[in-house]
């Protein structure tokens, strides 16, 4: 189709800018740089377009610390320093944290970063997950710690949890519970993963396969922000 052929020319977009982008020595400014990037290509899912920002959330008291991206609600108050804003967390959608070269770290730091968020105080808590381009985790590895088994027959992975009459003491456990979605990019690595209510207060992750899979991107973010942005103005 032709709009999968935009798509993925967006995909690809962001895979080279990632790798141009290795020249830089400076890391925070490569980091910054990519982040800009992602932030521009996001943007380009919805017109009016998303509102995404660089900066960090409170509650008037506690704040999240530095965020990489924040999908904001319309007419949100923010207090601008430079490039940098200070956002209500009632004012939040979506925070992503972007990673180059994801590592087991990276993600424990990202699902207690998502603690901290929730734990302000607030209406309301963004979803919040991780983008990133390259992961150093196996593939299969990632999969286990989202809850998922692999079925070397058919070479699948698969959720347990999703079998009828399957034993909750038998569902894999979910190593990162505290996240909302979890994206990599790389090849041969290509991950989106989303948490769902699979049953009333139990969460699992479904991986999507849409290819390119950007489009699921496209589509979280046109989820979030079109319905906001028709909501009556406060």
Request: contains cysteine.
């Amino acid at each position: 189709m032709k709009f999968a052929e935009f798509d993925q020319y967006s995909e690809d977009m962001l895979m080279a800018q990632y790798d141009v982008s290795e020249i830089i020595g400076h890391e925070l400014m490569k980091g910054e740089i990519r982040e800009d990037f992602l932030i521009t290509t996001l943007e380009s899912c919805s017109e009016p377009k998303p509102y995404l920002v660089k900066g960090t959330l409170s509650d008037g008291d506690d704040d999240a610390g530095q965020l990489d991206i924040i999908l904001c609600r319309p007419h949100s108050h923010l207090r601008k320093l430079g490039t940098q804003c200070f956002v209500s967390k009632d004012d939040a959608l979506c925070v992503i944290e972007v990673k180059g070269n994801c590592t087991g770290k990276d993600m424990k730091k990202a699902a207690a970063k998502s603690v901290t968020i929730s734990n302000l105080q607030g209406h309301a808590t963004p979803l919040y997950g991780v983008i990133c381009y390259k992961v150093a985790l196996e593939l299969k590895t990632i999969m286990n710690r989202f809850g998922y088994s692999f079925d070397s027959a058919n070479k699948t992975y698969f959720d347990n949890a999703t079998i009828p009459n399957e034993a909750e003491a038998d569902w894999r456990e979910i190593e990162y519970p505290d996240l909302d979605f979890f994206v990599s990019l790389e090849d041969d690595k290509k991950i989106f993963l989303r948490k769902y209510e699979f049953a009333p207060g139990k969460y699992r992750f479904v991986r999507s396969v849409r290819s390119p899979l950007i489009q699921e991107l496209f589509s979280m973010m046109r989820g979030l922000w079109i319905p906001a942005n028709q909501a009556p103005t406060p």
